[in-house]
């Protein structure tokens, strides 16, 4: 019973390169989040994914996209990398809007150097 | 817009009763969650209120909710240094699959 999962958990890469945060859930969930930590910040919403193949900006889109191909997968990409996006990531899913309980994946630390 | 704030920092004593708050702006929120973090891992759904519910108590855990001041509290009896972790709370945001989150209370707890 995996519930959430993120590849890879840490990641260095250099300003400029590219990257693709994979996440996967086993729950037939229909909602899926990509959200960003940073200190005194709290989490962040990038992008989210009401069901297959529909996909919405959350606060802070901007240098990301995501690929909702099918229920079970929700990819985030930085096309080129900048250390402003050197955060830990978050996948989270939910069965439905107005839902009662995310859950969430272990975290992806990503540091741009 | 949808803004959640808290306050960054909540140290107590173990045993005393610990109270995070959080005020949140959307008035058309649905659920309002609170959330725990341990260091290095996901967060974990504490408990959860409906938007229509003045107090849900589960355990050593009440929460309060002022609709009319969009406060929310949490409330951890007889805290114990298991309970030392950031909290956050979230709100569910109507008619959409948003879920904001705050920006998380460390709280501390000491002998």
């Known amino acids: 019973n995996a519930g959430v999962t993120q590849t890879p958990k840490f990641q260095v890469l250099k300003t400029g390169q590219s990257m693709t945060l994979q996440c996967a859930q086993d729950?037939?969930?229909?909602?899926m989040y990509w959200y960003r930590q940073d200190p005194g910040m709290g989490l962040r919403l990038i992008y989210y994914?009401?069901?297959?193949?529909?996909?919405d900006k959350g606060e802070v889109p901007n240098g990301y996209n995501v690929s909702r191909l099918n229920k079970r997968e929700f990819s985030l990409r930085l096309e080129s990398a900048a250390p402003s996006q050197t955060s830990v990531y978050f996948c989270?899913?939910?069965?439905?809007?107005?839902?009662?309980?995310?859950?969430f994946g272990q975290g992806t630390r990503l540091t741009v150097v | 817009g949808e803004d959640v704030e808290q306050s960054l920092f909540l140290s107590v004593r173990e045993g005393d009763s610990s109270v995070i708050n959080c005020t949140y702006t959307?008035?058309?929120?649905?659920?309002l969650y609170w959330y725990k973090q341990e260091p290095g891992a996901g967060l974990q759904l504490l408990t959860y209120?409906?938007?229509?519910?003045d107090m849900k108590q589960d355990q050593r855990l009440t929460v309060l909710l002022n609709k009319k001041d969009k406060h929310l509290s949490l409330r951890i009896a007889d805290t114990q240094t298991g309970d030392s972790a950031i909290y956050f709370c979230?709100?569910?945001?109507?008619?959409?699959?948003?879920?904001?989150f705050g920006t998380g209370t460390r709280l501390q707890v000491f002998p």
């Open positions: 989270a899913s939910s069965v439905r809007r107005d839902n009662t309980e995310a859950f």
């Open positions: 729950m037939n969930h229909n909602s």
């Open positions: 994914s009401a069901s297959e193949g529909t996909t």
């Open positions: 959307d008035s058309s929120s649905t659920y």
């Open positions: 209120i409906f938007s229509n519910m």
């Open positions: 979230a709100e569910s945001i109507k008619d959409t699959d948003k879920l904001i």
